[in-house]
């Protein structure tokens, strides 16, 4: 028998995880268009589709205006954003907000504006996304193209603002457990892929596999590493707060013990002659006050910055590797 829609409603079990994110390729050239055309300047725009299970469908996207330094631009950015999909849904195009999209420079995206951004938009969307596209990474010959989400446990801390290393080791939560790469999927209609098969025969080379057989990528690489240099000093920073934190902690320790040991005395000395004890612990005393712990949420990310760097020179020294035996190969024969 049939089911209303009420009793579908009603016994609507918790929504599935998301496993995909399927984009239209034009949604896919829109962003590398505005990331291209301003870059090395950081540019973001609106993704727009349905989510539908655990396929989250992004068909539309449309940029940000740039933002200029001595205007107040926030209220002109909400408003154009809905001026925009007022008039996405005139022309009856899919209009719902699904997250957002924007540009890097070497993949240096995780940072503490990345993560507000994801809470704010998760305030009225169940589920979004970011689409990062890294324009510097692509003319190596890669399209450099990721879905990213925070977990779930990172943001109900992120909730609490609790990140001190108690409450980490109680949700078994470490840097790598941030953020969360969902494969994407690319979606073309039929009319598109058919005319692509027959571009394919006129253009059996493209600039894309030039770009793959570049010997030189020395600046790439040389900018991953300064990077990762100043990735390592903030990182010995963080390091220096704890460090402060924990000698901190062990002198207020040593002088609570030593007025511990100072009240104790003194309470015998009033028992043998028969007054009352004072109290061992006095919460006006400075030495009681607990020292707050520090965040360890900007170590996290730069870890993971740091993981990213490392693993993007990497993939290019390996690549850079695979061409030289290439070329060696060609010129022996």
Request: aromatic share 10%.
């Amino acid at each position: 028998m049939a089911r209303s829609f009420l009793q579908v409603a009603a016994t609507e079990e918790v929504p599935s995880p998301l496993r995909v994110v399927q984009i239209e390729g034009l949604v896919i050239l829109k962003i590398i268009k505005h990331c291209k055309e301003f870059s090395p300047a950081l540019v973001t725009g609106q993704l727009l589709g349905l989510d539908v299970g655990s396929v989250l469908e992004v068909t539309n996207c449309f940029p940000f205006p740039i933002r200029e330094e001595d205007v107040e631009i926030e209220a002109d950015g909400a408003n154009y954003q809905l001026e925009m999909m007022r008039c996405l849904r005139e022309v009856n195009v899919d209009n719902n907000t699904v997250g957002w999209y924007q540009s890097t420079i070497l993949g240096s995206y995780q940072r503490v504006e990345l993560i507000e951004t994801f809470m704010n938009y998760q305030e009225n969307i169940r589920r979004c996304v970011c689409i990062i596209y890294d324009p510097s990474r692509s003319n190596q010959g890669v399209l450099a193209l990721k879905a990213l989400k925070l977990s779930d446990s990172f943001m109900e801390l992120y909730r609490a603002n609790n990140f001190t290393g108690e409450k980490l080791r109680e949700k078994n939560l470490s840097w790598v457990d941030i953020f969360e790469e969902i494969p994407i999927k690319v979606s073309n209609s039929a009319l598109i892929s058919a005319f692509m098969t027959e571009l394919e025969s006129d253009t059996p080379v493209t600039q894309c596999d030039y770009d793959r057989l570049q010997m030189s990528t020395k600046p790439y690489m040389e900018r991953n590493v300064e990077f990762l240099i100043e990735c390592m000093d903030d990182l010995s920073m963080e390091q220096q707060k704890f460090q402060f934190y924990y000698r901190s902690l062990s002198r207020q320790q040593a002088q609570q013990q030593a007025w511990l040991q100072k009240r104790r005395t003194e309470n015998m000395a009033r028992k043998a002659a028969g007054e009352e004890p004072l109290p061992e612990e006095d919460p006006s005393n400075p030495i009681f006050k607990p020292i707050p712990e520090p965040s360890r949420l900007e170590s996290f990310l730069v870890t993971n910055q740091i993981a990213n760097y490392c693993n993007q020179i990497n993939g290019v020294a390996g690549q850079n590797f695979h061409r030289l035996y290439l070329m060696k190969s060609l010129h022996d024969n």
